[in-house]
């Protein structure tokens, strides 16, 4: 009687052990990194706004939708629409199909990167690039990749770049070259 019981109590304990290990195996294996892959929340059709010290608008974004990953501490956006203004008027838009916006007032847009110049009457009036870098306490942004700048009767292609927006000063990392537009 008393072996039975050991036997009992012996295959008892084994399935108790296999059923804790199967257990633990899968919350090593499956939820915590679905868990931390997930945003802690989903905006749709998102329209932001920031505006300066005398309380006009300084920056508007919109996106398609944004994600919020807490644990990181970024946003990130798809097709943003990133518009900056200088005294009450829009001085260039920023599109991509991808952005993170960082805590420490980055941006980094990632593929199909276009930048518009709203100014009246500007030197350059669009830049193109796969990716950028943006810094809103200073409106300048800076980038890697091959760059396309389009002016009035002009097209540059380089690679890399510094800009700032404010200023509208851009600086080619490496000039590959520039083609003139004959308007008559």
Known sequence: MIRQFLWL??????????YSWQLLDQEQSG??????????????DLTRMIYNEEGHLSDLIRAQRMEHFERF???QFDFPIYTIYQEKVPLWQVTSEQAV???DDKLILEHRVELRNMATDPLFTRIETNAVELLFNSNTLQSS????????????????MQADLNAQNIEL????KTVYYNEK
């Open 101 to 103: 916006l960082y805590p």
């Open 31 to 44: 939820t915590p990194a679905n868990q931390d892959s997930q945003p802690d929340y989903v905006a749709q």
């Open 9 to 18: 109590v012996l295959i008892v304990a084994g399935a108790a052990g296999f």
């Open 73 to 75: 501490g970024f946003l």
């Open 173 to 176: 990392k490496k000039h590959t």
């Open 145 to 160: 990749e091959q760059v396309r700048i389009f002016g009035l009767g002009f097209q540059i292609t380089g690679q890399g």
